[in-house]
């Protein structure tokens, strides 16, 4: 019998016929570009700089003098050396706000519109600093133009995570139903045990939500309170968990074993009502539910931010900023030590105030010390 493809090499298939049907409607060099870089990145990365890229090429046929009447798939590159810096800065401009391409409403007859924050523009002027980079390196223009504009400056913002109170409160909403409509009472006597095994996967491990959809029943370990994950960029490595966390799962797990999952899901550790593997946007709107309830005036909280309040404990707990980053996955230490410098900030503030110091108080004859 043959072994099922796995969940993530499924994605990645999904992600690369897209990426096919990008290049179609792309400048011909784009193809050897992503060619060139197929070794080091991931498929969901390339999907991302296909988009990119997509965008900025439509603006430039559609807002943009020089390329007017033209289609980015007929650009030449002869006609890529006339793109300039100023070109890029109006592009830069665009992404303030602009109608979102779809492809099943080209007319735009209910046109959507898109906004970008800094992070957003940053990303996609970096898709095309990366094309540059590589005509460049290859001799195919005489200059990299696009070094000349410059990034938006990155606004750090404050890490936004539950406190102990809340993760309580939240944990409480789904044992016992209490803030939720009778509807989603209804629906909660079918998820109960995997809600609440998902928050505390969260929670315990600092899971990504992509790679906790991703999970398939034979990557846990329960002998060994672990199980495998994939990682940004397809590496594989191991999570462990408390168990606090393994009880809630084994729960789960015997509840998942009387379900008949779809075909092709079988493997699939996380069902929907379904009975198919439960989607990202579904797991979102299951922590959003739950969380307004617990902090009904933190807006935002979504899986990352479960995320964040793990790497916030694990942080305040061990003060070992190199353990968060290998728990959290990230491959650059300085990502981690960005994110929780106020806390680090606050330890210490807290030690200064520990330090014990001389007695600096003037005593006159007959006083005695307070």
């Given at each position: ?9 499924l ?7 897209r990426i ?23 498929a ?16 430039l046929?559609t807002?943009?003098?020089?390329f ?9 590159l ?10 890029i ?14 492809d ?38 005489p200059?990299?133009?696009a070094?000349?504009v ?51 996967l ?37 999570l ?28 699939a ?72 410098a ?14 014990v110091?001389p ?12």
């Amino acid at each position: 019998m043959a072994k099922p493809i796995s969940y993530h090499k499924l994605q990645s298939q999904k992600h690369n016929e897209r990426i096919k049907e990008l290049l179609k409607r792309l400048p011909a060099v784009c193809s050897d570009y992503f060619r060139s870089i197929s070794q080091t990145t991931s498929a969901l990365t390339r999907l991302a700089y296909a988009y990119d890229l997509r965008l900025f090429f439509h603006f430039l046929c559609t807002e943009q003098f020089t390329f007017a009447n033209s289609k980015p798939e007929l650009i030449t590159l002869n006609e890529m050396e006339k793109i300039s810096a100023r070109d890029i800065e109006a592009f830069q401009e665009y992404l303030l706000q602009y109608t979102k391409l779809d492809d099943n409403n080209p007319a735009g007859i209910s046109p959507v519109f898109i906004q970008n924050n800094e992070l957003g523009i940053m990303r996609k002027l970096c898709s095309i600093r990366s094309l540059f980079e590589y005509m460049f390196k290859n001799e195919m223009i005489p200059a990299n133009i696009a070094t000349l504009v410059s990034l938006p400056k990155k606004r750090e913002k404050p890490i936004l995570y539950m406190e102990t109170n809340e993760v309580q409160e939240m944990i409480d909403a789904v044992l016992t139903g209490n803030g939720l409509s009778s509807k989603q009472k209804a629906y909660l006597e079918s998820t109960r045990k995997r809600d609440l095994a998902i928050l505390m996967l969260f929670l315990g491990t600092g899971v990504r939500v992509s790679e906790l959809v991703g999970l398939d029943l034979h990557d846990l370990d329960f002998d060994k309170n672990a199980f495998t994950v994939v990682r940004k960029g397809g590496n594989q490595t191991i999570l462990y968990y408390s168990n606090q966390v393994k009880h809630v799962l084994r729960d789960y797990i015997e509840e998942r074993s009387q379900v008949t999952p779809l075909t092709g899901h079988e493997q699939a550790l996380f069902l929907s009502l379904q009975k198919r593997r439960i989607t990202i946007r579904a797991v979102e709107n299951m922590v959003k539910k739950y969380a307004m309830i617990a902090a009904p005036l933190k807006k935002r909280i979504s899986p990352h931010k479960l995320r964040s309040t793990f790497g916030t404990n694990l942080y305040q707990e061990t003060g070992d900023i190199y353990l968060v980053a290998d728990a959290l996955g990230h491959s650059d230490v300085n990502t981690t030590r960005r994110h929780y410098a106020a806390m680090t900030d606050q330890r210490k503030r807290e030690a200064a105030k520990r330090i014990v110091l001389p007695d600096t108080s003037i005593q006159t004859e007959g006083e005695q010390k307070v």
